[in-house]
């Protein structure tokens, strides 16, 4: 009587490539799904650094106006604080066009 073990090894070898098979077009799938297009990408890129610049101008928010207060005498405080850098700086570029203008 033969040995069951010569019919074992090419019967893994057969579940394995099955198997690798499954898991291959199964995470083909899975990929596919998880691409994005270009504009969503720029989307949450532009919602990312809308985020980030926001938080920058909060922290420099509360230096920025000590400055401002220092400089322009009749410094008057925003009504809302600002939340982009462009809001953040315009008392600075009211500053520099002061100091052009003399």
Known sequence: ??????????LIALMLGVSSLYI??????EARAAIITEQE??????LALA??????VASLYPK???IYRGILKP???PEKKPKTFKE?????IQIIDSMTAQ
């Not at 009587?1 to 090419?10: A, G, K």
């Not at 990408?41 to 532009?46: G, I, M, Q, S, T």
């Not at 985020?51 to 920058?56: Q, T, V």
């Not at 953040?88 to 600075?92: K, Q």
């Open 88 to 92: 953040l700086f315009a008392p600075m």
């Open 24 to 29: 291959s077009i199964s995470s083909r799938k």
């Open 51 to 56: 985020k980030k610049e926001e938080e920058y």
């Open 1 to 10: 009587m033969r040995s069951p073990i010569p019919l074992l090894i090419p």
């Open 41 to 46: 990408f720029n989307k949450r890129l532009d």
């Open 75 to 77: 410094y008057k405080t």
């Open 64 to 66: 920025m106006e000590s």
